[in-house]
């Protein structure tokens, strides 16, 4: 009896563990764009409109609510993992979903009171401008 329950807790555990593992940012591209001079890259400057929803739909940020784009420099990890990894190689104009794990978001603290901990989040992406340092 011990034996068998000891089986039971192990194998919920390696199917917990691979549930967790299996979540991966998942990018969609919403609107492409047909003539795209620069990709988006690690270390520029974007300016951006977005809508984050939870899983259920229910929205908890838009940059076009305050009708005013959020700007951030890529990859400095200026923002949550998801979008660092997720915008990257983006065009002016192009629109992404992005379907972000809790690991690549905010965990297991979430960001009371809007985001619960272990939350997967949605955004709606619009990038606007890319603004990227001359090189020397």
């Known amino acids: 009896m011990k034996s068998a329950l000891v089986l039971l807790l192990s194998l919920f555990a390696l199917v917990h563990c691979?549930?967790?593992k299996s979540a991966r940012l998942q990018i969609g591209v919403k609107?492409?764009?047909d003539n795209c001079e620069m990709r988006s890259k690690k270390g520029d400057t974007l300016s951006v409109h977005y809508v984050g929803t939870l899983e259920?739909?229910?929205?908890?940020?838009?940059?076009?609510?305050?009708?005013?784009?959020?700007?951030f420099t890529l990859g400095m990890g200026q923002?949550?993992?998801?979008?660092d990894q997720g915008l990257l190689n983006m065009c002016e104009g192009?629109?992404?979903r992005l379907t972000i794990p809790s690991d690549l978001a905010y965990g297991s603290s979430g960001s009371p009171p809007k985001i619960?901990?272990?939350?997967?989040?949605k955004f709606d992406i619009e990038l606007l401008k890319i603004e990227r340092e001359k090189d020397l």
Not at 56 to 71: H, L, Q
Not at 79 to 83: A, L, N, P, Q
Not at 116 to 121: E, Q, R, V
Request: a positive charge.
């Open 18 to 20: 691979e549930d967790k």
């Open 31 to 33: 609107k492409r764009v």
């Open 56 to 71: 259920d739909s229910t929205e908890f940020d838009s940059s076009k609510t305050r009708n005013k784009p959020f700007v």
């Open 79 to 83: 923002v949550i993992k998801g979008w």
């Open 94 to 96: 192009e629109q992404r």
């Open 116 to 121: 619960p901990p272990d939350a997967t989040l």
